[in-house]
T-cell receptor
């Protein structure tokens, strides 16, 4: 059975801190790993990773995938209160259509 | 603007009642999905559809039904057989066989 495990489940940091969120997975015929940010309503897409070792970057956020060790990390530098959200990790396997989600990491950034 | 519209935002269900959640997209996506989100459990797949008039059960389909009569629309009915329907329901769409999926703003369903 395909599985995605995120850690930590929640964390609280102060503005300006750097955080690292973790995602490990077990999936048949891995196709891609995705990160989403959810701030109460619709999850919004952040990154899609398909190849090991290639960092994806968008502003203060970056992510990398290790297909050998079956995990990904999402880094947020110089955190702001607007980064407070649930961060979801998901993987797609065989056929590339369905996503399996982790439970998410709740991030709270205090000012 | 292109996007996914879910309605209503909040819905209350009485015991023994069926309720239908609406999902419409104008992104011209072939595939549409319904997820349920409970606290601490992430998103779980209820049903998905890759083309009109075709849909497949996901991991937690019991107590739910769907239809796909138009490419743009994928309504979800929560039947009285679903004994624990209180949750946040998210609809998504995407290109079939490819990612990412894009999400609507969700419907929060509660029991009266």
């Amino acid at each position: 059975e395909d599985k995605v495990v995120q850690s930590p489940l929640s964390l609280v940091v102060h503005e300006g801190d750097t955080v690292t969120l973790n995602c490990s997975y077990e999936v048949t015929n891995f196709r891609s790993l995705l990160w989403y940010k959810q701030e109460k309503k619709a999850p919004t897409f952040l990154f899609m990773l398909t190849s090991s070792g290639i960092e994806k970057k968008s502003g203060r956020l970056s992510s990398i995938l290790d297909k050998k060790e079956l995990f990904s990390i999402l880094n947020i530098t110089a955190t702001q209160t607007g980064d407070s959200a649930v961060y979801l990790c998901a993987v797609s396997g065989e056929y590339g259509n369905k996503l399996v989600f982790g439970a998410g990491t709740i991030l709270r950034v205090k000012s | 603007d292109g996007g996914i519209t879910q309605s209503p935002k909040y819905l209350f269900r009485k015991e023994g009642q069926n309720v239908t959640l609406s999902c419409e997209q104008n992104l011209n996506h072939d595939a549409m999905y319904w997820y349920r989100q409970d606290p601490g459990q992430g998103l779980r797949l209820i049903y998905y559809s890759q083309i009109v008039n075709d849909f497949q059960k996901g991991d937690i389909a019991e107590g739910y039904s769907v239809s796909r009569e138009k490419k743009e629309s994928f309504p979800l009915t929560v039947t009285s057989a679903q004994k624990n329907p209180t949750a946040f329901y998210l609809c998504a769409s995407g290109a079939w066989g490819a990612q990412p999926q894009h999400f609507g703003d969700g419907t929060r369903l509660s029991i009266l």
